[in-house]
């Protein structure tokens, strides 16, 4: 309770008397967004303690770099694919969008993973990466309405270069 202006606050409790009620507070709380503080050369524990693995994840463990190989090889014949049987085919225009969409999505991805840890940025890390993943649904309708409405990627690049 507010006495002339006077900081004195008086407990609040709930109706039934229990447990302290939450005061409402309109100021922001920006403790979150923080860097997280590392120990010196990022040594936790002693000497003694065991090795504790970190936690496996499918996509963001040693399993990305297989993805990135496998969709960098599956470009390379997409890419080839109109010098040789032309850009009227959708279905190998549409593979290499998504394909290509696929490549810069990973390879951005980890550029957030080496530059941007979660052990030290926290919240930012997982900010950077939901905004990467909004950008390639975006991304991705983009490349819908491009295959639907005009001739496709090749025939964009071909009349660009063209231009």
């Not at 006495?3 to 709930?14: A, E, H």
């Not at 939901?130 to 490349?143: E, M, N, P, Q």
Request: charged share 15%; aromatic share 12%.
């Amino acid at each position: 309770m507010m006495i002339l202006g006077i900081g004195i606050r008086k407990k609040l409790v709930n109706p039934r008397g229990l447990i302290p009620a939450r005061q409402i507070s309109l100021k922001p709380n920006f403790s979150k967004y923080k860097l997280i503080p590392q120990p010196p050369g990022n040594i936790v524990g002693t000497v003694n303690d065991p090795y504790v693995p970190p936690s496996p994840s499918f996509f963001e463990g040693g399993y990305h770099w297989a993805y990135e190989r496998a969709i960098a090889i599956g470009l390379i014949p997409c890419s080839i694919a109109p010098f040789v049987v032309g850009t009227d085919i959708p279905m190998i225009d549409y593979i290499f969008s998504v394909l290509l969409l696929a490549h810069c999505h990973t390879g951005i991805k980890s550029c957030i993973i080496d530059y941007i840890p979660e052990r030290v940025y926290g919240v930012w890390h997982k900010i950077a990466s939901r905004v990467l993943t909004l950008g390639s649904c975006v991304g991705l309708y983009g490349i819908y309405v491009l295959e639907t409405t005009s001739n496709g990627i090749f025939e964009l690049i071909r009349s660009l270069w063209g231009a």
